[in-house]
């Protein structure tokens, strides 16, 4: 305990550090403030909240940190801006225009960044149209206005209110601790956990799924071990050996040194569960829109997310997504260019194709069991719900928002200490460091979005 608070006293010593903590609350205070504004002429006692944290709805309510349910002016968060950014990365893979603005250095990326601005927009608007069309039904919406007006001015509400959590993310990555649209989802996730541990203990303790203080004690201590378990897929690495020749400048050595490649046993982050999650939805649209085929029994299991059936499809779309999502963003020809480039090599490992070879047949070694590990997390809520934890808390078990915080935590602590280090203080821990989601090179040459 004392050296917990001599740590704090040593990153409020740092003048730099500090101001950058205050910062990064104060905005993330005005994010949290403006996702309880409501849209101008919405009655939020008329809204239909439970459907919109249901299903696919309740995942995009998650990251929005509940805005979504409540028909606030940030209901569509930052998940445009994810989806432009991604765009954009499989743009410069495919498109010659985008990847030479890859190769351009700073005036490139600034290119990007603007047409990564240009396409949240597009999507935004988009989005808000079919917001305003599926959640917010017309008794709901203020007389005075009028459906039409109230579309006009809300798609143009909504459409600014993720612009500025979006120029709200860019300046906690400039003036505050880093990562800012990452730092956003977290704490929109985190501040539905204490409702969810609220009503978890009511259940357990009072309500009709009682099992007594005991059952709610096991189920977190459960908690603490996936957490745990999703720790070591965030961390895991495979350190590759990188052996620099000797220069010899003038009267000074240069090179001769070892160093090591991490290539990361889960490269995908948590993309490949949000692509399968968003497949998994495919079997209700298909109901809804043909009511003869909702009585089908494989679709009855598909569309229920505790049944075998679902789990293990599931599974398996997550640890093909997880291959394909790595093979498009890990660039193992780059990472030899650069190699050879600062006179490096693998020791054992002839340069040029061999390195290129090598290099693909550990990234594809590690991705088996990264993947796999993935599945079971993505899996592990559904597990949770069929031994009678509330689905709301379930949520906490694996899945997206578990990875999400996992990650996030790690690179602010990550964050954290190296201000604490550079300036001859002791780190967070007695021993080791701690490590983010370390960044490798992408099959664009840029690094993926980070959440």
Known sequence: MKRFFTTLSNIWKIEDLRVRITNTLLFLLIYRVGSFIVLPGVDPASLNSQRAKEGLLGLLNMFAGGSFSRASIFALGVMPYISASIVVQLLGIAVPYFTKLQKEGESGRNKLNQWTRYLTIAITAA???????????????????????????????????????????????????????????????????????????????????????????????????????????????????????????????????????????????????????????????????????????????????????????????????????????????????????????????????????????????????????????????????????????ARFFGGTSLIILVGVVLDTLQQIESHLLMRHYDGLMKTGRIKGRTAIPTAAGTTPPAI
Do not use: C
């Open 127 to 393: 989005q808000a149209i079919g917001y305003i069309r599926t959640q917010i039904t017309p008794d709901s919406i203020s007389p005075v206005l009028g459906a039409t007006w109230f579309s006009i001015t809300s798609v143009f509400v909504l459409t600014a209110g993720t612009l500025f959590v979006m120029w709200l993310g860019e300046k906690i990555t400039d003036k505050g601790i880093g990562n800012g649209i990452s730092l956003i989802i977290m704490v929109g996730i985190i501040a539905q956990l204490p409702s969810a541990i609220v009503s978890e203990f009511e259940s357990r303790v009072t309500g009709a799924n009682s099992g007594g203080l005991l059952i709610f004690i096991v189920e977190f201590v459960a908690l603490i071990a996936v957490v745990m378990f999703t720790i070591l897929i965030v961390q895991g690495t495979r350190k590759i050996a990188v052996q620099y020749a000797k220069r010899i400048v003038g009267n000074k050595q240069y090179g001769g040194v070892r160093q090591y490649i991490p290539l990361k046993v889960n490269a995908a982050g948590v993309m490949p569960i949000i692509f399968a999650q968003a497949l998994m939805f495919i079997p209700t649209t298909i109901a809804s829109f043909f009511p003869k085929m909702a009585s089908s029994p494989v679709l009855i299991l598909l569309s229920n997310y505790t049944s075998w059936l679902h789990n293990l499809v599931f599974a398996i779309l997550i640890i093909l997504f997880t291959y394909f999502y790595t093979a498009i963003t890990v660039n193992p020809k780059q990472m030899s260019d650069d190699m050879k480039k600062n006179g490096g090599f693998i020791p054992g490992v002839k340069p040029g194709n061999p390195t290129i070879d090598f290099i693909d047949d550990v990234i594809s070694k590690i991705t088996l069991p990264g993947s796999i590990f993935l599945a079971i997390v993505a899996i592990i809520p559904a597990l949770a719900n069929l031994t009678g934890v509330n689905s709301q808390f």
